[in-house]
């Protein structure tokens, strides 16, 4: 089996996962980074922490590394825009500053959003082309809304949950 093959084998396989879409923001000297995550899951709730797994070539790795912050958004089913924005664009432009505000740690967080966490790195590890970031949540602000849905990733889609599972 080529390795072209099995990749694909793979980015086929993965794409029938159902993830909440995120937005990994961090910020050095007033600059923000971020990037769109769907590689985000929780990791213990003693100490409350996550672990998110970034690209090592996205231009917010190094930041994340050097800041010791980053912040999880979890989009809203209505954020897609927020969504394609950051699938699309380059740079600070994608901060659109309406949106956004400041945590605790530096790092932007998206008005509307589902969730923000808040968190500084404790741990990375090598996983390959990634690196594996644990980040212990110092903070964290919900949407207004409780019964807000999140933005979800499904096939190589944007779409939002329609209703419970019966």
């Known amino acids: 089996m080529s390795t ?10 993965m794409a029938r996962f159902t993830n909440g879409v995120t937005v990994i923001t961090t910020a050095t000297g007033g600059t923000p980074f971020g990037l769109i995550a769907t590689s985000v899951c929780s ?3 003693d100490p409350p922490t ?5 690209n090592r070539s996205a231009s917010a790795h190094d930041v994340i590394l050097r800041a010791k912050v980053f912040a999880v958004n979890l989009l809203s089913a209505d954020q897609k825009n927020v969504a394609q924005r950051f699938a699309s664009e380059k ?3 994608r901060f659109d500053p309406a949106q956004w505000t400041t945590g605790k740690s530096g790092a932007p967080l998206l008005s ?4 923000s966490l808040d968190c500084k790195v404790i741990a990375t590890h090598n996983g390959y082309s990634h690196t594996i970031f644990i980040g212990e949540i110092t903070d964290s602000s919900t949407h207004d809304d409780p019964s807000a849905h999140c933005l ?3 096939q ?3 779409a ?3 209703m419970e599972a019966r």
């Not at 996550?50 to 970034?54: D, I, P, S």
């Not at 509307?112 to 969730?115: K, R």
């Open 112 to 115: 509307g959003s589902v969730v």
């Open 160 to 162: 939002a949950a329609a």
């Open 91 to 93: 740079g600070p432009s």
């Open 43 to 45: 990791l213990s709730a």
């Open 156 to 158: 190589r889609h944007f």
């Open 152 to 154: 979800l990733w499904h």
């Open 50 to 54: 996550v672990l998110v797994c970034v």
């Open 4 to 13: 072209d093959t099995t990749d694909e084998i793979f980015r086929n396989a």
